[in-house]
């Protein structure tokens, strides 16, 4: 597999499809006390971003980070690559109330070896990138049906969203602040991130390459008709990523 950032040996949720094996080798399996917790993007060998409300609180010890996990029921399908969280810097302006700046920086407790494993770190996008108007894809092994009988998936899920302006989404009644992107069907709903998928990525292409245009972060249920959901926006976070992340390596 090339070792550069976003690229992956395949292209081809709710209202998704099962992703191929190894298809976003940067994608992060979260999981609290043997429990999904939510999931996250690696973006160098050091560090996976998600989302604040993921981790704050929550025993730092308890968490362990899985790459390349698949399907959650069967360790046959790929070979899992498991870290710990060393450190976590998340930003003192978080404010659970809104969700705003909902991101969080999670460092691995050992490096991601890229000579030894098909695990590869998702591309940031570039200073100002303009969403409106591209068609977004979130992944995820949250709940695939927004039922009273949800349950999470077993296999990764992931599909498309169309990112839509903020002023489209203010205007259905969504609360959200210029740190944040709307993506999602607005008039029927139906294709959206839903439980257990928060602090996973909201992707972009850009040529052959996927960009972390988003974070998974809140929505007013899931997948309802006039309720796209909401995304911490990567773009505005960008030094303070870059501040905390020095040291660490991935081809550009």
Same mark, same amino acid.
């Given at each position: 597999?090339?070792?550069?950032?976003?690229?992956?040996?395949?292209?081809?949720?709710?209202? %998704?499809?099962?992703?191929?094996?190894?298809?976003?080798?940067?994608?992060?399996?979260?999981?609290?006390?043997?429990?999904?917790?939510?999931?996250?993007?690696?973006?160098?060998?050091?560090?996976?971003?998600?989302?604040?409300?993921?981790?704050?609180?929550?025993? @730092?010890?308890?968490?362990? !980070?899985?790459?390349?996990?698949? #399907?959650?029921?069967?360790?046959?399908?790929?070979?899992?690559? @498991?870290?710990?969280?060393?450190?976590?810097?998340?930003?003192?302006?978080?404010? =659970?109330?809104?969700?705003?700046?909902?991101?969080?920086?999670?460092?691995?407790?050992?490096?991601?070896?890229?000579?030894?494993?098909?695990?590869?770190?998702?591309? !940031?996008?570039?200073?100002?990138?303009?969403?409106?108007? &591209?068609?977004?894809?979130?992944?995820?092994? %949250?709940?695939?049906?927004?039922?009273?009988?949800?349950?999470?998936?077993?296999?990764?899920?992931?599909?498309?969203?169309?990112? !839509?302006?903020?002023?489209?989404?203010?205007?259905?009644?969504?609360?959200?602040?210029?740190?944040?992107?709307?993506? %999602?069907?607005?008039?029927?709903? &139906?294709? #959206?991130?839903?439980?257990? &998928?928060?602090?996973?990525?909201?992707?972009?292409?850009?040529?052959?390459?996927?960009?972390?245009?988003?974070?998974?972060?809140?929505?007013? %249920?899931?997948?309802? =008709? !006039?309720?796209?959901?909401?995304?911490? @926006?990567?773009?505005?976070?960008?030094?303070?990523?870059?501040?905390?992340?020095?040291?660490?390596?991935? &081809?550009?």
């Amino acid at each position: 597999m090339d070792k550069k950032c976003g690229v992956t040996t395949t292209r081809r949720i709710v209202g %998704g499809k099962v992703a191929a094996v190894n298809e976003l080798p940067w994608l992060t399996l979260i999981t609290y006390n043997n429990t999904i917790q939510c999931g996250g993007t690696l973006i160098n060998d050091r560090y996976v971003l998600t989302a604040a409300h993921c981790i704050r609180g929550f025993d @730092r010890q308890l968490f362990e !980070l899985k790459f390349l996990e698949y #399907n959650t029921a069967s360790s046959m399908d790929t070979v899992s690559v @498991r870290r710990k969280i060393s450190r976590v810097h998340s930003l003192k302006t978080y404010i =659970p109330k809104t969700s705003d700046d909902d991101i969080a920086i999670l460092k691995l407790s050992k490096p991601i070896d890229f000579d030894t494993t098909t695990v590869r770190p998702i591309c !940031l996008p570039p200073q100002g990138l303009d969403l409106t108007g &591209e068609t977004g894809t979130i992944s995820g092994w %949250g709940t695939a049906a927004a039922t009273e009988e949800e349950n999470s998936t077993i296999a990764l899920q992931t599909t498309e969203v169309p990112i !839509l302006s903020n002023d489209q989404c203010l205007l259905v009644g969504m609360k959200l602040t210029d740190n944040m992107v709307c993506a %999602g069907r607005l008039l029927d709903g &139906e294709i #959206n991130a839903c439980q257990g &998928e928060s602090g996973g990525p909201l992707m972009v292409m850009d040529k052959k390459r996927h960009l972390l245009a988003g974070v998974i972060s809140w929505g007013d %249920g899931c997948a309802k =008709p !006039l309720k796209p959901g909401i995304y911490a @926006r990567v773009t505005r976070y960008l030094p303070w990523i870059n501040k905390h992340t020095k040291g660490s390596f991935y &081809e550009s």
